[in-house]
T-cell receptor, first 113, second 113 residues
Framework: DADVTQTPRNRITKTGKRIMLECSQT?????MYWYRQDPGLGLRLIYY???????NKGEISDGYSVSRQAQAKFSLSLESAIPNQTALYFC????????????FGPGTRLTVT | AQSVTQLGSHVSVSEGALVLLRCNYS??????LFWYVQYPNQGLQLLLK??????LVKGINGFEAEFKKSETSFHLTKPSAHMSDAAEYFC???????????FGSGTRLQVQP
């Protein structure tokens, strides 16, 4: 089984709808991250959490919210989806430390029409 | 603010040719540096990382990168390209004191037969 799983893998939704993307990990890591990937822009950090009670905004948090339900679970919500939130979303985890590798999930392709 | 620049959004090489993917960072203090690879329809996986132990870092699949402080560079190389190397490659940096990675915009490597 994969260490980092994301659900759903693909989602099409309409403008104004609320949507939640879920991430689970079996690595036992404290740190979890949400990124979005857009062509030509690389990965941009939306939110990150260094433990269950520590949640921080990344560089593009507007329009998004997160919930860290447990050490292993980190959900990303779009309260009212808009078309420019169409992107590929990745969850990642890492152990504590500055040079620790991040382990990525397979991604969720979200389309907002 | 930390930034990472990857020169060339697309690089094309012939099978067996040298691969050189460029990454420059802006930091006065040597940071932690990473190269990740993303194969089609997959998440990112770590190729290699620099943590100040050695300036020449060897990674998986025959890739290596050299940290050059004077040039603020961390270019990725492979002596002989293989068809299976076709993917998108991301340079990432974590500056001392910062809590998250900053990714470059990515370079898509195409390998011609």
């Amino acid at each position: 089984d994969a260490d980092v799983t994301q659900t759903p893998r693909n989602r099409i939704t309409k403008t104004g709808k609320r949507i939640m993307l879920e991430c689970s990990q079996t690595k036992g890591h404290d740190r979890m991250y949400w990124y979005r990937q857009d062509p030509g822009l690389g990965l941009r950090l939306i939110y990150y959490s260094f433990d269950v009670k520590d949640i921080n905004k990344g560089e593009i948090s507007d329009g998004y919210s997160v919930s860290r339900q447990a050490q292993a679970k980190f959900s990303l919500s779009l309260e009212s989806a808009i078309p420019n939130q169409t992107a590929l979303y990745f969850c990642a985890t890492s152990a504590s430390g500055g040079a620790e590798e991040q382990y990525f999930g397979p991604g969720t392709r979200l389309t907002v029409t | 603010a930390q930034s990472v620049t990857q020169l060339g959004s697309h690089v094309s090489v012939s099978e067996g040719a040298l691969v050189l993917l460029r990454c420059n960072y802006s930091s006065s203090v040597p940071p932690y540096l990473f190269w990740y690879v993303q194969y089609p329809n997959q998440g990112l996986q770590l190729l290699l990382k620099y943590t100040s132990a050695a300036t020449l870092v060897k990674g998986i699949n025959g890739f290596e990168a050299e940290f050059k402080k004077s040039e603020t560079s961390f270019h990725l190389t492979k002596p002989s390209a293989h068809m299976s190397d076709a993917a998108e490659y991301f340079c990432a940096v974590r500056e001392t004191g910062r809590r998250a990675l900053t990714f470059g915009s990515g370079t898509r490597l195409q390998v011609q037969p």
